[in-house]
């Protein structure tokens, strides 16, 4: 979105946005702007749509419900939806008429219009299928007496950062290595002024990271530790928050081998760590005042004669010894690596971790929440209202410590799965719990059910962007 701008009235609009909530409907503005007598089929309701070309012809008004939500998320969602069912006709142009609404709806539809800019077909070749809207550089002008650019402007950053982490976890694994995901990193450090370091397979070797290597060597593609970091330009007493990411560019689930029925949808297990990269991005741009860290751990888990067995028994960077006992349940192994690095390399106040981990979190929460642990009660409070704010929910699971026995090993320090059939995003938490060297302020978010799925905007299952918004906004809550 090019221009985004305040009118003072609506004489040179060609295409007009008029969203009501429902039954809050004004027919008499409606009338006033079209030309049009009487009341339009339109009561408000979210996501109805109704489209009313003005009686000289001169404009055309698009109506569209808000519903009687209460949060901006489902707000940004009417937006997006009417982007998506209408775009082809305004193309390049399109004036917000929010007048009568409070300047947070501002930042929901702007939010919105830009996600709705998201190309799913990227690697088309056939220009014929492809829209207009999603390339052009769109001008939107607001109509409003709430209008605050910078909200517009923050709107707009947080939806193209969105748009730029789902279009990294759509990508096909045979472009997105862990050296792509990396350069991913260092692009955008450059850009908005964060640092990044990349541990390379050497690196890795010398600093330890054992669980992360036995991970990746499968692959003929090495697996990476990126680590990113940002600080406000002034000085200050900054809280540190460190945020640790999954980043499995490919999980076949090694020689515990997955059916292959939706594998194709395992380009996906690298979900945190593109959250990860997002905040990272997103958190720059606009200059919050956090030093924040990031660490992605990411590895291809692939079949091969070298792939890690089951049975195996690998070190880690925390010293502690792993029996392997399933290599699907890889992305454990590598966030065991990057938790215990970035607790012991950076000592923040805050962790929290992110992975698209185990199927169990979507045996319980389905694809509504991402399954929340932690042993900091304030923590879990702040992300649990952020979650229903930003429609990127959480929903709390414990962390008994009855659990502890079934990752007890004979063998070795700890197993990496418990073999039971029940709990596993319990396990999982547990397991990671290992690594964390009793920090007392760690939150686990299991987002296997959040960060890929089915969409309203697309026929195929694709990313939906989680957890940046969540993050940014839990960050904002901290200064």
Known sequence: MKVIKAVEDLNSAKHIILPFAQDTVDFDLISQITGIQGKPDFQGKFKQINTLPSVDGTKVLYLVGLGTGKYLSERHEAFRWISHKRNRAWQDHITLYLEHLEEDD????????????????????DDKTKNAFLNAEVECFVYSRHFNEELALEARAAARTVNAIKALVDAPANIKTPEYLANCAVDSAK????????????????????????????SRFEPRLIQMEYKPETDGDYPTLALVGKGITFDTGGLSIKPSDNMHHMKSDMGGAAAVLGTMELVAKLKLPIHLIGVV????????????????????????????????????????????????????????????????????????????????????????????????????????????????SDVADVRNYSGKPIAGAITAAKFLEVFTEDHPAWLHLDIAGVAFGSSSYAKMQCATGYGVRLLTEYIKSLS
């Open 191 to 218: 850009r908005f002024g964060f640092s990044t370091k990349v541990f390379d397979k050497e690196m890795l070797e010398q600093g330890g990271f054992q669980a992360l290597l036995a991970v990746g060597q499968g």
């Open 297 to 408: 751990a990411s590895a291809e888990n692939a079949v091969d004669a070298n792939s890690l067995k089951p049975g195996d028994i690998i070190n880690s960077y925390s010293g502690k010894t792993i029996e392997v006992i399933d290599t699907d349940a890889e992305g454990r192994l590598v966030l065991a690596d990057a938790i215990n690095y970035a607790i012991k390399e950076f000592n923040p106040d805050k962790v929290i971790d992110l992975a698209t981990l185990t199927g169990s979190a979507i045996g319980t929460l389905g694809y509504t929440a991402a399954a929340m642990f932690s042993n900091n009660e304030d923590m879990t409070d702040a992300l649990l209202d952020i979650g229903y704010e930003t429609h990127e929910r959480v929903w709390q699971l414990p962390l008994f410590d009855d659990f502890k026995s079934d990752l007890h």
């Open 106 to 125: 501002l930042y929901a539809a702007i939010y919105g219009l830009v996600l709705s800019k998201y190309d799913l077909g990227a690697y088309k070749t």
